[in-house]
């Protein structure tokens, strides 16, 4: 069982910088592989970053953020980060984090098994 807990969330203008942060608990987070998605109002689910158990270098990223974000990871705090730059109105959404077991980079909603609540970034032009 792995409890996923997000923060870093915020208001910032556009062209600033958010860095999210994805706090888990579970002392075998090291053997996750985690996401993180986004969700606007009266929009689905997209994907937005993933990264392997394995570490930094099996990362994958979705085209409209490709160059801006960047996710990573940090076993020994049981955290992954997700760096926004270059941050633009369209960004807007709440960002959630997911996990799970499997090793790769998965970018659909339904290969994740455990999900946080979610932070607000909110970005304004």
């Known amino acids: 069982q792995v409890q996923l807990v997000e923060s870093g969330g915020g208001l910032v203008q556009a062209g600033g910088s958010l860095r999210l942060s994805c706090a888990a608990s579970g002392r075998t987070f090291m053997h996750y592989s985690v996401g993180w998605f986004r969700q606007a109002p009266g929009k689905e689910r997209e994907f937005v970053a993933a990264i392997d158990w394995s570490g930094d270098s099996n990362t994958r990223y979705a085209d409209s953020v490709k160059g801006r974000f960047t996710i990573s990871r940090d076993n020994a705090k049981n955290t992954v980060y997700l760096q926004m730059n270059s941050l633009k109105p369209e960004d807007t959404a709440v960002y959630y984090c997911?996990?799970?077991?499997?090793?790769?980079?998965?970018?659909?909603?339904?290969?994740?098994?455990?999900w946080g609540q979610g932070t607000q970034v909110t970005v304004s032009s």
């Open positions: 997911a996990a799970t077991g499997f090793h790769g980079t998965y970018f659909r909603v339904g290969e994740y098994t455990y």
